[in-house]
């Protein structure tokens, strides 16, 4: 009777957390009320979150000059968005773009012009105001040679320049006037001319977003969205369950998806979908070398030989990830199936730690995230390396502070996911390349401070031919790998789950941005 007592305690508690999120629903608006994992967001200025809840609140506020279709990350799909036509020289270094007449900014931010796109453009090409602008070195000029045309002149021709300036990252177009208006306020209250329009951002609770009814192609179906912080996997579940909640994040876990799947919606209410999608985020574990034993590279491979990469894909579950077989991800233009150069061997690596002078083991301190897609699986991890000797002392926490934390050089291993535009370069820039590497002026995410292919990363960007291009990436993706720059473990998709009244309107096949397509077409029945 008395654990009777508090399980139905806890139970209202859980509920009365779930009314708390609750909205005035007005009967002639329709509200799509989504919950996210995150604690909290830190920005919602494009050019700068890399972080996925961000991400897809963005995908929903701007544009770019191309797009990828809703519901597609196909890159041979990728179609106009603010451009409605383009054309690029015989030899790859100039690009130019027509653009749309009468696209309109939110809040009464006027038409979107060239001069917009050049100043968004270079604002993504320069360090201090982007996350992304490694990815724009090869840009030389962009400009405006009237209010309806860009013209983009390359230093060397770009693999896929197509994904550069698609609404995807630093391809998204920002107001000039807001952003030099609101300067660091624009992070929380940004400007776009997507679908929807921001309204209301409130700290750890939740972002609200209104139909932008001047969207050029056509004001959305659903009149409000309402974006909220639950990053309990119960209470989520529970707003969810009981009607709160039309749209969750799901746990990246086969075991919640199966129970998900029983879920019974409340009265009145269609069946619960679950939606299982890529890209997935790829899932690697950065061994950083400037933290000592790192340094050696017999210790980085003794922590590679300790961790067994099946045993993480048993833990999760096959159906949502896929091993990978490089240090980019599976299925990017340029991926190449180098082998596991450093299998799993515990008996290897307890002989390569005393070799290195570390017979009674090591003791490293490691930064976690505590969502429930992170969390889990480094504590699986730190099992795998205890049996060899590797202790891992782990300090976790929520994950806009991870995110800071492993920016400062302060984790020895940091344990990593993310999707990127498709083709290897995207990948190899971003976390191998010098540039990329903490603490450097253009740092973006190179948290093992590799720098073993950094010259043939840099002349794939140039070679004429796909070809060409890919014998490099081969060379690089080979040379990274054998230097122990990190770990790759898996590539794990994105598992949502939502109300069978909500509709996105198109087929999801993938989705870039790591949500669900919601867009003018999207819609909600009551």
């Avoid at 990350?73 to 030899?91: F, R, V």
């Avoid at 014998?471 to 990190?486: E, F, G, P, T, Y």
């Amino acid at each position: 009777m008395k654990h009777s007592k508090y399980v139905t305690a806890g139970r209202a508690f859980l509920l009365s957390a779930c009314i708390a999120f609750t909205v005035p629903v007005f009967s002639q608006e329709s509200i799509l009320r989504i919950g996210s994992d995150a604690t909290d967001i830190t920005t919602l200025d494009p050019h700068r979150t890399a972080v996925s809840d961000e991400k897809g609140l963005i995908s929903m506020i701007f544009g770019g000059l191309v797009r990828f279709p809703a519901g597609s990350a196909d890159p041979e799909k990728i179609e106009g968005d603010l451009a409605e036509s383009w054309q690029t020289s015989s030899d790859g270094l100039t690009w130019v773009f027509k653009l749309r007449r009468g696209v309109q900014f939110h809040r009464n931010y006027g038409e979107v012009n060239a001069e917009d796109v050049v100043y968004s453009l270079t604002r993504a090409a320069d360090p201090k105001r982007s996350s992304f602008s490694s990815t724009f070195e090869q840009f030389k000029e962009v400009s405006a040679p009237d209010l309806y045309t860009v013209r983009i002149q390359l230093k060397t021709p770009v693999p896929s320049l197509l994904g550069l300036v698609a609404n995807y990252h630093g391809g998204m177009i920002v107001s000039r006037k807001a952003d030099q208006e609101l300067k660091e306020a624009f992070k929380l209250k940004p400007v776009g001319f997507g679908p929807f329009e921001f309204v209301e951002y409130q700290k750890q609770r939740e972002v609200v977003l209104k139909a932008n009814e001047t969207y050029f192609r056509g004001k959305p179906k659903i009149d409000r969205v309402v974006f909220r912080f639950i990053p309990s996997e119960v209470i989520r579940g529970l707003a969810f369950a009981t009607g709160e909640l039309d749209l969750v994040a799901g746990q990246r876990d086969q075991r919640w998806v199966q129970r998900a799947r029983l879920w019974t919606p409340p009265k009145d209410q269609s069946p619960v979908k679950i939606d299982v999608f890529g890209p997935g985020e790829f899932r690697t574990l950065m061994l950083n070398r400037r933290i000592k034993p790192l340094d050696d590279p017999r210790v980085r491979e003794a922590v590679a030989r300790a961790v067994d990469v099946q045993e993480l894909i048993k833990f999760i579950g096959a159906d949502i990830v896929k091993a990978g077989r490089s240090v980019v991800p599976p299925g990017y233009a340029g991926e190449t199936d180098v082998g596991p150069k450093f299998p799993y061997d515990t008996v290897k690596a307890k002989a390569l730690l005393a070799e290195a002078g570390h017979a009674n083991g090591i003791n490293l301190k490691v930064v976690v995230s505590s969502t429930p897609s992170q969390l889990p699986v480094m504590e699986v991890v730190q099992k795998q390396l205890k049996r060899v000797g590797i202790n891992l002392t782990m300090e976790v926490v929520e994950h806009a502070t991870y995110h800071s934390l492993i920016r400062k050089d302060l984790s020895a291993i940091v344990f990593y996911g993310a999707a990127r535009f498709p083709v290897a370069d995207s990948y190899l820039t971003e976390f191998y390349h010098s540039r990329s590497e903490i603490g450097s002026p253009t740092q973006v995410t190179n948290f093992s401070h590799c720098a073993a292919a950094d010259r043939e990363i840099d002349a794939a960007r140039s070679s004429p031919t796909a070809t060409a291009r890919n014998a490099l990436w081969r060379v690089a993706q080979v040379k990274i790998n054998a230097d122990l720059c990190s770990i790759p473990l898996f590539d794990l998709q994105q598992v949502w789950a939502r109300r069978g009244a909500l509709d996105y309107g198109v087929p999801l096949e993938g989705a870039m941005n790591l949500i669900p397509p919601i867009n003018e077409k999207s819609s909600l029945r009551k």
